[in-house]
């Protein structure tokens, strides 16, 4: 794992362990058989210039840590209230952009101890028509059924990928930036940013789905 990408703050042993894992390196594919089992941190044999395994779980493992340091959520008295806005993907590789968030939201609710709370805006529809059938009285519910359920987003988290290519007889070099910022949904204020930049040469240039 690339060192500069790692920040180290207190978290749990196991979060610590969990995100910066380690690398076996020089993994090779023995004759006879098909597939061999990695590390998602590991570049394996199938490799290739653009983003892969092992940049994910760096970039996520930065952006996770940095996030919990910021000030308006270390000193909160109430975890705030976060959404995900899409990933903008400004690179030339076609890959599923939001499997960053999910990665870092997924760090964050499993071993941030409650510092921070995500809401799921992408069941909205699912949540109204059960918001719906609770105050009709269809359904039960354990709590005051013409109340307001829905809470509001203290903070939008976002991120972009952008990308210079660079191609010679030599071989191809891809240098990506991954960038992401918590904004305030109240004033529109950057409350931080930070970004992770990961740079790769080769001979021949890979496909990405």
Do not use: H
């Not at 196991?14 to 590991?42: H, R, W, Y």
């Not at 105050?135 to 509001?152: C, L, M, Y």
């Not at 660079?166 to 910022?181: C, H, M, P, W």
């Amino acid at each position: 794992m690339n060192r500069s990408l790692t920040l180290s703050f207190a978290l749990p042993l196991g979060f610590s362990a969990l995100l910066l894992g380690c690398s076996s390196g020089g993994v090779q594919n023995p004759k006879g058989i098909p597939v061999t089992q990695m590390n998602a941190d590991e570049r394996g044999f199938v490799a290739g210039t653009g983003v892969e395994s092992q940049d994910l779980v760096a970039v996520t493992d930065k952006m996770a840590r940095s996030i919990l340091g910021v000030r308006q959520i270390a000193s909160a008295s109430v975890a705030p209230k976060i959404i995900l806005e899409p990933v903008v993907n400004e690179s030339r590789f076609p890959i599923n952009k939001d499997i960053f968030l999910t990665s870092i939201r997924t760090k964050l609710n499993s071993k941030s101890q409650g510092k921070v709370s995500f809401l799921a805006r992408e069941y909205m529809a699912a949540l109204e028509k059960e918001r719906a059938l609770k105050q009709s009285g269809q359904v039960t519910a354990t709590s005051d059924p013409k109340a307001v359920e829905f809470r509001g987003a203290d903070f939008l988290l976002t991120g972009k990928l952008q990308g210079l290519t660079t191609r010679t007889k030599a071989g191809t070099s891809d240098y990506i930036l991954y960038s992401f910022q918590l904004i305030d949904a109240r004033t529109s204020e950057i409350v931080w940013e930070d970004s992770a930049e990961i740079k790769k040469q080769g001979l021949e240039d890979a496909a990405y789905r």
